[in-house]
């Protein structure tokens, strides 16, 4: 009864606002209830990271962190 009042109480786009919070947490909630069987097998049966493969990940994100800085630091001057 009281998800019924709540709902009473509130008007046309408020109320359609609120339902589609809700109708969206639930697909989140089912999309995670569907991918937790796929997560688990990638994670027992996936590859390890080994030595290198760790810094040839941060190389061209440090590059692309760069590029933004000059580019903030071009668009302030």
Request: without cysteine.
């Amino acid at each position: 009864m009281p998800g019924f009042l709540l709902f009473a109480t509130l008007t046309g786009d408020t109320a359609m606002e609120l339902f589609l919070k809700i109708a969206m947490a639930a697909v989140l909630v089912l999309l995670l209830f569907r991918l937790w069987p796929a997560y688990k097998h990638w994670q027992e049966s996936g590859r390890k990271a080994e030595k290198g493969d760790w810094l040839a990940a941060l190389l061209p994100l440090g590059g692309v962190v760069l590029v933004v800085i000059l580019l903030i630091v071009a668009a302030r001057a």
